[in-house]
């Protein structure tokens, strides 16, 4: 199949990816084939928009053309593909990556069936605050590191781990060096500063904690369950942020039912994540609103949870997205392909619908358009994958298959041993 799509004009120095086996465009108009799900229906179009036998051309930072190998313009630098597959760079949109210590320990004991008595998060909170700056920023570049090597081009990360004025604001400091991704979640828990007065915890994160980080955020979450904050509070804590300009993600329905589905949907939030234990109300009102579901197979994996049912949100209509949900306590793993192999096996999802949820989907749990697709115009953050098709990232999980990395159009990962030249 021919389909050549082009941005006018390539300026700079350009560079030619061909010899691909499989591209995952992310453009529902190119490719063909049906995916099992409504959401994806446009004529028969694949929600990848699989091209065979193409080619990718890099101006600068940007992807200028996508189609046949064939009929690829001339560029000035050449790379052969191998007869692999390329797809959009990981957008990783749920991770808690500023933080110090880990807790091996209670893992151990929850997987070897042993009561552990230690205090989960606050245990992580004890950590990081007595960290330094240094220690913290080390610990973050070595999980993007990790991450990058496995495709991952773009990641949102969180405070949380701090809930004081100052670990807060200085944890999304450190974060912002990094990414524009960059969310306050001083409502993850209760303070244990504030353990005996929740409403005063509340009035903090809303008041003076907000006012010292909102500068260095983009986004404002809270984790709404028991034992954390209610329906209520939640509201009360993302509305005070969509006042100072941050945009509300939410922490939902991970252990229990509860009305942090609705509340995000309410809210027009731009996620509402983990969405394990949903009322067929819930799975209405995500399908009916802009809202993502941001389902994180990691974490059920690590605690022997109720895995989330992505079937039956894709089937209703919803925007699902994959994420690994990367932290010390329930999700210690930066890896969005094994992510993509548990949603595979264990959620419902297809390859194609899985493999869409950790790229597109995650630029839309961002409320991103240049990022997550392989077009014209769109970020040039791809994967070249040791595989001749994206299959193989549910089916030979495990494997390390990212050969090459590309992010914002420099090739950050793989070098000579990645693409042939």
């Known amino acids: 199949m021919s389909s050549g799509t082009s941005s006018t004009g390539m300026t700079g120095n350009t560079t030619l990816i061909t010899n691909i086996a499989s591209l995952v465009t992310n453009d529902p108009s190119l490719g063909w084939g049906s995916p099992r799900s409504s959401k994806f229906e446009n004529g028969g179009g694949s929600p990848l928009g699989l091209i065979q036998d193409a080619a990718v051309v890099i101006d ?65 909170v004890a950590a990081t605050r007595a960290a330094s700056d240094e220690e913290l920023e080390r610990n973050l570049t070595r999980h993007l590191d990790e991450a990058l090597r496995q495709g991952t081009t773009t990641f949102e990360t969180k405070s949380g781990y701090g809930l004081t004025i ?88 991970q252990l229990s039912y509860g009305p942090g589905v609705q509340l995000a949907v309410e809210l027009d939030a731009a996620s509402a994540d983990h969405c394990t234990h949903l009322t067929d109300a819930d799975v209405d009102a995500l399908a009916n609103g802009r809202t993502v579901a941001t389902l994180l197979p990691g974490a059920e994996f690590s605690t022997r949870a109720e895995w989330p049912d992505a079937r039956r949100l894709l089937d209703a209509g919803a925007t699902v997205a994959l994420s690994t949900d990367c932290n010390p306590g329930s999700s210690f793993t930066s890896s969005v392909p094994f992510c993509i192999a548990l949603a595979v096996r264990d959620m419902g999802m297809t390859p194609d619908e899985a493999v869409w949820s950790a790229t597109a989907g995650g630029a839309a749990a961002l409320r991103r358009t240049d990022i997550g697709r392989l077009v014209p115009g769109a970020r040039a953050d791809l994967v070249l994958l040791d595989a001749p098709s994206h299959v193989h990232l549910a089916y030979r999980p495990g494997v390390p298959l990212a050969a090459a990395v590309w992010r914002k159009g420099t090739e950050v990962f793989g070098g000579r041993g990645g693409a042939g030249r």
């Open 166 to 253: 100052e670990d807060e604001a200085r944890a999304l400091r450190i974060a912002s060096a990094h990414t524009e991704e960059v969310t306050y979640l001083g409502a993850h828990i209760v303070s244990p500063d504030h353990a005996d007065d929740p409403a005063a915890y509340v009035a903090l994160v809303t008041g003076e904690m907000l006012d010292a980080c909102a500068p260095y955020a983009r986004w404002i979450d809270v984790f709404c369950e028991k034992g954390a904050f209610d329906g209520d509070q939640a509201r009360a804590i993302l509305t005070a942020g969509r006042a100072k300009g941050l945009h509300p993600r939410i922490h939902a329905n």
């Open 60 to 124: 600068g930072d940007r992807i200028a053309w996508t189609g046949d190998s064939r009929e690829a313009p001339a560029t000035d630098n050449r790379v052969d593909a191998g007869g692999r597959a390329v797809i959009p760079g990981f957008v990783d949109s749920h991770s808690h990556l500023v933080f110090a210590g880990d807790r091996t320990q209670e893992f151990n004991a929850r997987m070897s069936g042993r009561a552990y008595s230690a205090g989960g998060i606050r245990t992580t």
